[in-house]
């Protein structure tokens, strides 16, 4: 498992931040002002990937501010909150003469979860420290207050031009190559979110040949390695359960690819957690093709998704280059076809009254025989049965 990118290359200066100059200013001019600002509080919002976090422990280096970091889930907690946070915004900071306090991602908070933000709100009248916080949704109706009580800044989605040009410093950090026209692809398709076109760059890296790789809005590779991204480094949300959705691939061949990179991620008793989750998986596919109960392929789904997500005992860090499951592949096309040869066989021994076995022993003569379209149609093959019996 190699380092990831995203974090490898994370920008540790203002010169490094691209295409957020203005946010830049702003957030600098809030920390340079402290404590003699109206509101005590500044919101870093937009967008995935475009350098909210980034930006709130760049202006701590730059500023050589000690930073004190939690995120929705500590907020989750009043009295926790109160022990952590109101020493932390009370208290001088004892390494640094400076100390910034960041709320990642407050949006994130659910609406059971509300007493912990009123406890925020209250704690931002009082704060010693400037509090900067992150959110993609400034605009959610959970936020009404806090909007209210700080200074927002909004970060944009990163133009791709931008984002090509600091792909390209990367590759050569890296001393990569991948042609223009992919990396020009990766770009776009990235709509903004840096975070994403470093993901995608790093998987056509690991490839063995980048250039081959099309990377088009329907591209499958692309979108299975990034749906496995989610499902096995990062906590399990509500979000999964639709994640595969967006994946234009057959839940059957997703299955393939799961259980091929299960392995590469987890192992002890997470692996045997993801393995048990994908029996189940199987369990209601076998349901669902014998009862044709098509409902269960929520749970299958579920499972796949959200339970092999949850079979990790904490995320992962590093960048893994998930492989394709070609044996296993090539093993289920395999019993595809042969699931074929029985049913041209059945079809065959009901028609001629022979049993089914011998009309399986002497299939190399039968095979001869329906070679004529009359008795392929008198035996009423389908298309699959004749693809078979063309190969
Ligand atoms: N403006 C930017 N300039 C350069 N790199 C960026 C920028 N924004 C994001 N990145 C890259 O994307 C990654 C994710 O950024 P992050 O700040 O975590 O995004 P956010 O918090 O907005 O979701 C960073 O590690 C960094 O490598
Ligand atoms: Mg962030």
């Given at each position: 498992?190699?380092?990831?990118w995203?974090?490898?290359?994370?920008?540790?200066?203002?010169?490094?931040?691209?295409?957020?100059?203005?946010?830049?200013?702003?957030?600098?001019?809030?920390?340079?002002k402290?404590?003699?600002?109206?509101?005590?509080?500044?919101?870093?919002?937009?967008?995935?990937?475009?350098?909210?976090?980034?930006?709130?422990?760049?202006?701590?280096?730059?500023?050589?501010?000690?930073?004190?970091?939690?995120?929705?889930?500590d907020l989750?907690?009043?009295?926790?909150?109160?022990?952590?946070?109101?020493?932390?915004?009370?208290?001088?900071?004892?390494?640094?003469?400076?100390?910034?306090?960041?709320?990642?991602?407050?949006?994130?908070?659910?609406?059971a979860?509300?007493?912990g933000?009123?406890?925020?709100?209250?704690?931002?009248?009082?704060?010693?420290?400037?509090?900067?916080?992150t959110?993609?949704?400034?605009?959610?109706?959970?936020?009404?207050?806090?909007?209210?009580?700080?200074?927002?800044?909004?970060?944009k989605?990163?133009?791709?031009?931008?984002?090509?040009?600091?792909?390209?410093?990367?590759?050569?950090?890296?001393?990569?190559?991948?042609?223009?026209?992919?990396?020009?692809?990766?770009?776009?398709?990235?709509?903004?979110?840096?975070?994403?076109?470093?993901?995608?760059?790093?998987?056509?890296?690991?490839?063995?040949?980048?250039?081959?790789?099309?990377?088009?809005e329907?591209?499958?590779?692309?979108?299975?390695?990034?749906?496995?991204?989610?499902?096995?480094k990062?906590?399990?949300?509500?979000?999964?359960?639709?994640?595969?959705?967006?994946?234009?691939?057959?839940?059957d061949?997703?299955i393939?690819?799961?259980?091929?990179?299960?392995?590469?991620?987890?192992?002890?008793e997470?692996?045997?957690?993801?393995?048990?989750?994908?029996?189940?998986?199987?369990?209601?596919?076998?349901?669902?093709?014998?009862?044709q109960?098509?409902?269960?392929?929520?749970?299958?789904?579920?499972?796949?998704?959200?339970?092999?997500?949850?079979?990790?005992?904490?995320?992962?860090?590093?960048?893994?280059?998930?492989?394709?499951?070609?044996?296993?592949?090539?093993?289920?096309?395999?019993?595809?076809?042969?699931?074929?040869k029985?049913t041209?066989?059945?079809?065959?021994?009901?028609?001629?009254?022979?049993?089914q076995?011998?009309?399986?022993?002497?299939?190399?003569?039968?095979?001869?025989?329906?070679?004529?379209?009359?008795?392929?149609?008198?035996?009423?093959?389908?298309?699959?049965?004749i693809?078979?019996?063309?190969?």
């Amino acid at each position: 498992m190699g380092k990831n990118w995203v974090e490898k290359y994370r920008p540790k200066r203002f010169s490094e931040i691209k295409g957020q100059e203005l946010a830049v200013e702003k957030i600098t001019e809030f920390i340079d002002k402290f404590p003699k600002n109206k509101k005590k509080a500044i919101v870093l919002h937009g967008p995935p990937g475009v350098g909210k976090t980034t930006l709130a422990h760049v202006i701590s280096l730059e500023k050589n501010s000690e930073i004190f970091e939690l995120n929705a889930s500590d907020l989750r907690n009043k009295k926790k909150l109160q022990a952590i946070l109101r020493p932390a915004m009370e208290q001088r900071s004892l390494l640094k003469e400076k100390k910034i306090i960041l709320v990642d991602e407050v949006d994130g908070i659910s609406v059971a979860d509300w007493g912990g933000l009123a406890e925020l709100m209250s704690l931002i009248e009082k704060t010693n420290f400037p509090v900067i916080i992150t959110a993609n949704d400034i605009w959610s109706q959970k936020l009404n207050v806090l909007r209210k009580k700080s200074e927002l800044i909004q970060l944009k989605e990163i133009n791709y031009n931008l984002i090509k040009d600091i792909l390209i410093q990367v590759l050569r950090s890296e001393n990569k190559f991948i042609d223009n026209d992919t990396i020009t692809k990766i770009s776009i398709r990235a709509k903004g979110d840096m975070r994403a076109a470093l993901n995608d760059l790093q998987t056509v890296a690991g490839l063995e040949t980048p250039s081959e790789m099309v990377l088009d809005e329907r591209n499958k590779e692309i979108d299975i390695f990034n749906a496995m991204r989610l499902i096995f480094k990062n906590k399990p949300t509500n979000d999964l359960l639709s994640l595969f959705d967006s994946v234009k691939m057959s839940l059957d061949d997703i299955i393939l690819w799961m259980e091929e990179n299960i392995s590469a991620e987890y192992s002890g008793e997470e692996l045997a957690k993801a393995f048990e989750m994908l029996s189940k998986v199987d369990v209601f596919k076998g349901r669902i093709y014998k009862q044709q109960y098509w409902r269960f392929m929520v749970y299958e789904n579920i499972f796949l998704s959200y339970g092999i997500s949850a079979a990790k005992k904490d995320i992962k860090t590093g960048f893994t280059n998930y492989q394709k499951p070609t044996r296993k592949l090539k093993i289920w096309l395999n019993n595809q076809r042969s699931k074929k040869k029985k049913t041209i066989a059945e079809k065959y021994a009901k028609h001629v009254h022979v049993s089914q076995k011998r009309a399986m022993n002497e299939f190399p003569i039968i095979k001869q025989i329906l070679t004529s379209n009359d008795i392929r149609k008198e035996l009423r093959l389908d298309e699959e049965e004749i693809a078979y019996l063309e190969k």
